[in-house]
Each structure stands twice: as C-alpha cells, then as structure tokens.
C-alpha cells in the first residue's frame, strides 16, 4: 500500500481528479460551469457527494448508474485517492473527483448546474460548539443552493441520532421540503427504493454489523 505522501504525489497524476485551493480564490475556478461540456462530455444530470472521504459511495453510485455524472468531494487528496485509483481501474467515465473545502464548494459549480447531493456518514460534529461545521447546518445549504437546481435533492445517510435530529430540525426551521425519512433505513426502506441500501461504505458496513441504526433524510432546499 502506498504511503500518504506517494499517495499525494500519484493523486497529481490522475486524470480524474482536481483541485480548488484558498489560494485560488480570486482566479476562479475554471471548470465551474463547465463539468458537463469539459469532464463528462456529455449533458447528463451531476451527483456531487460531499465529503466523500475514500470516495466508496461515489463509485458504487457511478457503477449503478452510467446515465449520471458523479463529482466526489473532499479536502484529503490521500482519502480520494482511493476511489480515483479505483474508478480508473474500472474505466467508470462518469465520475470526478475534487479536492476543495466545502467552505468553497458554490465556488466549483454554476447556478444550476448540480441535480443532487449526497452527504454520506459526514463528521456529525456532536459538539453544540461545532454545530456550524455540520454539512446539513444552515450555512452549507445557504451554500449548496447557489448551485442545486431548484427540484434538485439532498440526501443524508448517517449513524449519528444527534445529526438526525439536528438537520430534522434545520429543515423545520427553514421550512424546507421534507421528502422522506427514517431513523432505522434497513428496516424501514420501502422495497422500490432498494438502490438506498445496495451500496455500503466501509463504516457503514461497521455500523450495521454492530446492529447500529442508519438514518437516512431526503428533502430540497427551494
């Protein structure tokens, strides 16, 4: 296995991968607006994941579905670099990578441009100090609206009760459009909905071995 800085350097390398930075800020970023035309060469819908650590639930999602385009998103080149590697072995066209802070994220995409978002088994942050460094706290979706389309869907996948409830709470509270939910996913998953628990991350795997409840929200930001 590679080590964290070989990993870095080969990271560089792959063609599937890119990278907005802090210092980058005042230049722009150059494919923003232009995914679709530039990296998929196609006009299929995107699916950004963010967070999305080793990038397991990205390619298990552009594995399934070739008809969409997937974008992984973390700030840990060493994290991505595991599913980058993977989907190139793979030859899956139909999926990105990018290292950026989510802090930055509306600065990667256009108005419109991203059809869904997936946040799956994010930080959950328990502490109420940190409330505002969770990826469902008012001040991403603030973010994530600058470039989700007005149907578009935000899907959480979690262990965490306490980041459950949380974003429940969020969504009341903007009176957001709450689609579906449940505090026990592998129980209650209706069985048109399969394609929800077909694909598990590693953790995920974990959880549910130790009979640990995943939950799942579904709602838009319009």
Not at 45 to 65: H, R, T
Not at 103 to 128: A, L, N, R, S
Request: hydrophobic share 35%; proline share 4%; glycine share 4%.
């Amino acid at each position: 296995m590679p080590s964290k800085l070989e990993k870095f350097e080969e990271y560089k390398t792959l063609p599937n991968c890119f990278t907005f930075l802090f210092n980058e800020l005042s230049a722009g970023f150059p494919l923003k607006g232009k995914w679709r035309e530039e990296v998929f060469k196609n006009q299929n819908p995107i699916v950004l994941e963010v967070g999305c650590g080793k990038g397991e639930y990205s390619v298990g999602l552009a594995k399934k579905n070739a008809s969409k385009n997937y974008i992984g998103v973390d700030i840990k080149s060493n994290r991505i670099w595991t599913g980058a590697t993977q989907a190139k072995d793979l030859e899956l066209a139909n999926i990105a990578f990018l290292r950026a802070r989510i802090d930055f994220i509306d600065h990667c995409f256009e108005k419109d441009e991203v059809d869904e978002i997936w946040i799956t088994f994010p930080d959950p942050q328990p502490q109420k100090t940190r409330a505002k460094s969770r990826l469902t706290h008012e001040r991403f979706l603030n973010r994530y609206k600058r470039f989700l389309k007005k149907d578009g869907i935000v899907r959480l996948k979690t262990d965490s009760t306490s980041l459950y409830e949380f974003t429940l709470e969020t969504i009341q509270t903007l009176n957001l459009p709450l689609i579906w939910e449940t505090n026990n996913l592998y129980k209650n998953c209706p069985g048109n909905r399969s394609e929800l628990i077909e694909i598990k991350t590693h953790y995920e795997a974990l959880f549910t071995a130790k009979g640990e409840n995943i939950k799942y929200i579904e709602f838009r930001l319009n």
